[in-house]
């Protein structure tokens, strides 16, 4: 079995809980808490628009305006597409050598509400299409520059962003020590649960925020397959199918002329026998009682448009019983130039591999495939339900207060991700019991924050001046 998700990152293999503490703290003269609030662009520095290009060289062509244009919204939305660069200005940053599973794109969206197969509902992070070892600081960094992104989108004063970055890395430097002391298990069986949700919400925040979360929470359980199938389907010609919304949403019967659909539909089912083998026997036995029906190629996401991205309905013992599950095409993770390239050959068995080390627990259908496309070209994928409890986030409606409370449990949520791979005790031991990352790294989003904007407005000129195709259209 491939050796990066299948044992922990340790600092020393071996090692007594006291080795690897003092490794930890050794790490900090090699690297000192310090350096990481430096940020500053080498002159030979990657074009960050070179780099979006030849990611979108490898995507469906016509969807690549959709993502020029939706990256030009903002600096934040600019931001949510950018992991390919930012991995690129992080590689040259100073670590600590101590390595853990990462989710590559740890910013503030990215955590949210998300069903447990015990259907509890349960805060955690959920895009890991560029999932890989690699140095925990990168997950931190990107997520404490997303948190000042938004706060200078709501007006944030410099003060406040700096309390926001503060109390989030000091939550997961706090939550890493915590980890450190317990048992392997406990960690394993670490979540954040609705319950634990409502009283971090009811002792922080202010009578607004607690209401938008109560109005999150009910409004998670409602996002499920029954509510994508009502907003996502038509009946025509008497045939249920996906109803179309061109170009975010297009039926393969619209896509393809009658030969190519049928051999594509062919495909499909064919990859869903298949991916099925990646999934348990229970769920696998429960997966066969469902029928395909229709799919359709979707438009998702910020950084993903462009990918292919596919959603298959099914129907299981009657027409009212529907399961929706996506197909999401996995490429190489972003940080493999730089972090080392995966253990694994299939790019979604890497996607699945590391969300389910990460995550508290995961998707019932969750799961990966190699198919072959209509144009001949072979491309990996991983499987998953469409929608299931899911509720994100609204930081365009936060004040301070909210934002630093959102924070810190982000903050919490990665710690314990990056505590079930890597070695927690070297890491808790490297940041300490005081604030110096913390100051470091309020400083560092800051500077980044700085270098985003400016390659935001590259990005808003080139589609202005024509140099780069943009859409623009106001969907997420």
């Not at 074009?47 to 244009?69: F, K, N």
């Not at 539909?265 to 064919?270: P, T």
């Not at 969750?366 to 469409?386: M, N």
């Amino acid at each position: 079995m491939p050796q990066e998700h299948t044992s922990p990152l340790r600092a020393v293999p071996g090692a007594t809980p006291q080795e690897r503490a003092a490794f930890g703290r050794a790490a900090r003269k090699r690297t000192p808490r310090s350096s990481h609030e430096l940020y500053e662009s080498p002159a030979d520095r990657q074009d960050p628009l070179a780099l979006l290009v030849a990611q979108s060289a490898a995507r469906v062509p016509e969807l690549v305006p959709i993502r020029y244009g939706r990256m030009t919204e903002s600096p934040f939305r600019f931001y949510r597409g950018a992991a390919a660069i930012m991995a690129s200005d992080l590689a040259g940053t100073p670590d600590s050598g101590i390595r853990a599973q990462l989710c590559g794109d740890a910013h503030l969206l990215n955590f949210r509400l998300l069903a447990s197969p015990e259907r509890n509902l349960l805060f955690d992070i959920n895009d890991f299409d560029e999932t890989l070892p690699g140095p925990w600081e990168w997950d931190v960094k990107r997520l404490a520059v997303s948190l000042v992104i938004a706060g200078r989108a709501n007006g944030f004063s410099d003060r406040e962003r700096a309390r926001v970055v503060r109390a989030t890395v000091r939550s997961y430097r706090e939550s890493m020590a915590r980890f450190a002391e317990m048992r392997n298990l406990d960690v394993w069986y670490t979540k954040i649960d609705v319950d634990r949700l409502r009283a971090a919400a009811g002792s922080r925040l202010a009578a607004p925020g607690r209401k938008r979360v109560a109005r999150a929470t009910a409004k998670a359980r409602t996002r499920d397959s029954l509510q994508a199938f009502e907003k996502l389907t038509d009946v025509s010609g008497g045939r249920l199918r996906i109803a179309a919304d061109p170009p975010l949403l297009v039926p393969v019967a619209d896509l393809l002329p009658d030969a190519e659909r049928r051999a594509t539909e062919g495909q499909f089912r064919k990859l869903l026998r298949r991916y099925g083998r990646s999934l348990p026997s229970d769920r696998r036995a429960l997966l066969a009682d469902f029928e395909p029906v229709d799919m359709a190629r979707k438009v998702v996401g910020v950084g993903s448009v462009g990918t292919r991205c596919w959603i298959i309905l099914l129907l299981g013992r009657d027409g009212g019983d529907p399961l929706f599950l996506q197909a999401k095409e996995a490429d190489t993770s972003v940080l493999a130039p730089y972090a080392g390239a995966s253990a694994y050959r299939n790019q979604g068995e890497r996607v699945v591999a590391g969300q389910r080390l990460m995550q508290a627990a995961g998707d019932i259908f969750l799961g990966w495939e190699r198919v072959d496309g209509f144009d001949g070209k072979r491309r990996d994928f991983y499987v998953r339900q469409l929608r299931d409890w899911k509720g994100i986030a609204e930081p365009e409606l936060m004040v301070p207060r909210d934002m630093s409370a959102f924070g810190e449990l982000c903050g919490t949520t990665l710690a314990r991700a990056h505590a079930r791979s890597g070695d927690r005790i070297a890491i808790a031991a490297y940041l300490g019991r005081g604030d110096v990352f913390d100051r470091a790294l309020e400083r560092f989003a800051e500077l980044y924050a700085d270098r985003n904007e400016r390659d935001h407005r590259a990005l808003a000129d080139a589609v202005a001046a024509g140099r780069l195709p943009g859409v623009g259209e106001g969907r997420k």
